[in-house]
């Protein structure tokens, strides 16, 4: 399957971090830091880098693209709606 295609890597992009979110709505999970479910979303983010890795090494940029677009704008969502302190 080799598609090359910007909105086609943002929808694999968004399949990770729409999992971590559902999964920290719907479930009650132990791995908890700092009183903030924010593990699920990491692994999410490590799995879109994975993806990206995965495009960028079979000559598949503009799918690359959409998943590093979806995974710097789902970071940002998750900074701005958690309200992290340092």
Excluded at 4 to 31: D, E, K, Q, R, V
Excluded at 35 to 58: C, D, E, G, P, T
């Amino acid at each position: 399957m080799k598609i090359n295609h910007f909105l086609f890597g943002c929808i694999i992009g968004l399949l990770a971090p729409t999992a971590a979110h559902l999964l920290t709505l719907f479930t009650s999970w132990n791995m908890v830091i700092g009183n903030k479910s924010l593990s699920l979303y990491v692994i999410a983010a490590l799995i879109n880098l994975l993806l990206m890795r995965f495009f960028y090494r079979n000559a598949l940029e503009q799918s690359a693209r959409g998943v590093i677009l979806i995974t710097f704008v789902a970071a940002m969502v998750l900074l701005f709606t958690q309200k992290l302190t340092a």
